[in-house]
Each structure stands twice: as C-alpha cells, then as structure tokens.
C-alpha cells in the first residue's frame, strides 16, 4: 500500500445527532466512532493515516493522541475536506488516497482490501450499497453499466436524474491524487447544501474521460453511515450482535447472548463464560475457564484463567489474576491488581494497589496506593487513608499480615511481615515483622447509671 494513504473525514459536526459532541465521538460498544473506522484501517495502512478534523477539532484530536491530523477550520463539505487534507497527503509522497467517512464505523478490514484491489488503477473509484430506501444518501447514477455521477439526495430530481435505482454512494472513494489536485478546484458549491461536495469529482472525472469505477458491493450494512441517534443505535446493535455471536461459535459459553456487550477489540477466550448483562469493553481480556458474573462492566481489564467475577462488579484498568475471586460488588479502578488466588469481596474498592497471591479483602474495604504481601488478610472495614488533601502516600502489608477490622491504615505507613493489627485501630507509625500494633482507646467499664 505504499503509494496510497488513507484519509478520513471526521470534521462534520453531526446537525442530526443533536449533541455537543461530535459526530464521530459518539461510541459504540464504548468505542468512538472514528476508533472503529482507524482500527478497520489500521490493519491496512499502518502508520499512513490521516485524519481531517473542524468542529471541536481539540476533543478529536485530543481522544485520539498520537494520529496524523489535519485541519478543516471551516466545514465547508466533504469535497473541501479532501482538499484540506492535499498538502499534507503530497507531501508524504503518496500517489493516491482512500477516502473514507468518518460515520462509518462498521468498516472491517476485509471491505476495505476487498475494495482496493476491486478499485485497482482506476482513476476515481467508489463503493455503493444497494438500499430498499435510498433515503439520504448521495444516488449513484448510470447509464448502462457506465457511471455518470453521484447525485445527493437533496439535489436528487427524478425528471432530470432518471428514476431512483436504490443505488447509493456509501462514502468510500480510492482517488488519485493529480486527479484531486485538478478537480476539486473545479467543484462549485452551487446545490441545496451550499457545500462542496467530494462526490462531484466523480462526474467531473468522468467528463474528463478519465477512468471511473462504481464498486457495487451489494446490500452491505457495514458501509453504512450513522447520521441520527436512531442509526447509531441500530448499528450498534448489528455490531454486538455479530460480536457475541462470532464469540459464541468460537467457543465462548454465554448466557443471556442478547445481554452481553463485547467491544470489538477486546478479547474473551473460547472456554470462558460470560453472563448476561454484562459489559466488556477497550482492550479487556477474559481469559480461558474466567467467569463474568451478571452486571458486571469491564474496561480495559485483564481476566486470568479460571477467575471468577461474581455479580455487580466495576473494573476498570484492573488486572484479576488466576483463579482469584472478586464481588459481588466489588470496584477495581485502574492499578488494581489482583495475585494468584486473591479474594476482593463486596464492597471493596481498589485503587492502584497490588494484593499478593492468596491475599483476601473480603469485606467493606478501600485499598489505594498500595501494595499487600502474599497471604496477608485485611480485615473488614479497613480503609488506607492515602491522600492527606494535597499529596497521596503508599502503604505496604507485609506476606501474612493481618490486618483487624475497621483499622485506618494512615499513609506513609508500613505494616511488617507477619505482623498484626489490632481491630479499630488508627496507625500512624510503621508496625515491624512479626509485631503486633494496636492504636485505639483502651475500654473502660464503668457501673451503669440508671
Ligand atoms: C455523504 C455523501 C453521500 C453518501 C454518504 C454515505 C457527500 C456530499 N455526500 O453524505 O453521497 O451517500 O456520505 O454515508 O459527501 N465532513 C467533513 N467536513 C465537512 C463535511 C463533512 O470532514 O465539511 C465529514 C463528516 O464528519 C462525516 C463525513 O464527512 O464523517 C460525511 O459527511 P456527512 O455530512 O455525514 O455526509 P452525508 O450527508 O452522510
Ligand atoms: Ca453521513
């Protein structure tokens, strides 16, 4: 692919989504818009990818650090966005551009090769979808086999355009790029949008005699652009459903299938068992023999063999792992991490902490910046008290510790191998191996007044 580059437009800003965020944010399956399209493309073009961004262009930019941009201050149409994007595409030295939509985020890599190759040397190139309803789409328009024009549906007048076919422009163009220098400058924006429109390049070229190619690719719904809330939830929904279904015939156990949600990067492995309704999404793993319980949510976390998730957990950035058994209820924000063999039960939140293989919270407990040795219980109610309102502070449980109920834990602090922790007790000063310390009122029993 070395002499093409991808570019996708992502500049529009989504009038019919009515929201402030830009259309191609808005996420399915936890993942925005663009990220689908970029992973599709990824696997194609590596590193030669450039995005066009306009309104809110920061918060694009900024969800996606790391990504070749290139500005379109002002949306003026797909046709302008192109041509914002042509001094930079020129100057990576690539010869032509897949154009793709930033709206369609059911491309797979599979369309977009089978595209390419289906595109080959043509000069203009795009791929149509066949629709029961055009709706509101750019029509494609034929004569014979030959393609004249691409018609938005604005613009669309049966009397001169000839009877709607269903034939429409899915958004997808492999253009060459001497070819776009000299067009787009061509294109007016004399139509009922007032845009400028990339699809005029197609009977522009065409009226140069130039090669143009329409790539009819059936009734693919994965070329479909998502325009209103309505259509990004339906996409939303094919997607999930073709998620679960391919984890399904790989091996995956799962119950309640129309409940479970599954990002498309994330992996569970076959022999794994998920729950309905739960979700799994960024680059979570659920590892072989893992259960995931009903209500649980993951983000970016990792599953080892043969753990167990019970109901109503939150993970987030956590690593749970093998055979170790969290919840119900229990929350892992990121850093957490969980050994061998650990129990996390209800209520339980950890932040940035490490509990050691075999180590058991079972109870009501916050854990933050920290880090607790093999086999060391804590207690119900423990709570390490990290941050003193400007700094955070760690705390270190020793292997087989064990840690009494209802103790703050007050960071710096160090509790030693072997060591104990009386119940109720606040713990300002370290506690050395195998000692035991107790910080708490001493109880005095007094005859009851009546
Ligand atoms: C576009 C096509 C239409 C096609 C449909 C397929 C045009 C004129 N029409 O229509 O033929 O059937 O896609 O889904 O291209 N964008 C910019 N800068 C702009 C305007 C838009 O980057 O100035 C981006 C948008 O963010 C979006 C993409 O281009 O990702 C398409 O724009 P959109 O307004 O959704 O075009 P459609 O009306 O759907
Ligand atoms: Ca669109």
């Not at 966005?81 to 001094?87: H, Y």
């Amino acid at each position: 692919m070395s002499d093409i580059a991808a570019l996708v437009l992502a500049a529009g800003k989504g009038t019919r989504m009515h929201s402030d965020k830009p259309k191609v944010l808005q996420t399915l399956l936890g993942e925005p818009m663009l990220g689908h399209v970029l992973y599709a493309l990824e696997a194609v073009f590596a590193e030669a990818i450039w995005i066009v961004a306009g309104h809110r262009a920061e918060m694009v930019e900024a969800a996606f650090p790391g990504r070749q941009f290139v500005r379109q201050e002002q949306q003026l149409g797909t046709g302008h966005a192109l041509m914002s994007a042509l001094p930079a595409l020129q100057a990576a030295g690539c010869s032509r551009v897949l154009v793709v939509n930033g709206d369609t985020p059911l491309l797979s890599e599979d369309v977009v090769r089978t595209f390419l190759d289906r595109a080959a040397n043509a000069d203009v190139a795009f791929a149509s979808i066949t629709l029961p309803d055009a709706g509101a789409y750019g029509r494609v328009v034929r004569e014979g086999e030959a393609v004249r024009g691409i018609v938005e549906a604005k613009d669309y007048d049966p009397a001169v355009h000839g009877p709607v076919t269903g034939e429409v422009n899915a958004g997808i163009y492999l253009i060459r790029l001497d070819v776009a220098q000299e067009l787009l400058p061509r294109i007016s924006n004399q139509n009922k949008s007032g845009e400028y429109y990339i699809t005029d390049v197609v009977a522009l070229a065409v009226q140069q005699g130039l090669e143009v190619r329409g790539i009819t690719c059936g009734q693919d719904e994965s070329l479909m652009g998502v325009n209103s809330p309505q259509e990004l939830a339906a996409m939303e929904e094919s997607l999930r459903t073709r998620i679960v279904q391919g984890l399904l015939a790989a091996g995956v156990m799962i119950h309640a299938p129309q409940l479970v949600r599954v990002a498309p990067r994330a992996v569970v492995e076959p022999g794994a068992e998920l729950t309905g309704p739960c979700e799994i999404y960024g680059n979570s793993h659920v590892a072989r023999g893992a259960a995931v319980a009903s209500h649980c949510v993951l983000y970016d976390s990792s599953i080892g063999a043969g753990a167990q998730l019970r109901s109503f957990c939150h993970l987030e950035g956590a690593t749970v792992g093998q055979g170790a058994l969290v919840g119900p209820f229990a929350r892992l924000r990121p850093g957490a991490e969980l050994g061998e063999a650990s129990h996390v039960g209800n209520f339980v939140e950890l932040k940035k902490a490490r509990l050691g293989p075999g180590a058991k919270a079972n109870h009501l407990s916050y854990l933050g910046d920290a880090s607790i040795g093999a086999g060391a219980n804590i207690g119900a109610g423990t709570i390490t008290c990290n941050y003193d309102g400007r700094h955070k502070y760690q705390t270190h449980i020793g292997e087989k510790a064990f840690i009494g109920s209802n103790t703050a834990l007050v960071a710096p602090v160090r509790v030693g191998e072997g060591a104990l922790v009386g119940a109720g007790s606040v713990i300002t000063r370290d506690v050395p191996d195998n000692e035991m310390g107790i910080a708490r009122g001493r109880q005095k029993n007094l005859p009851r007044k009546r």
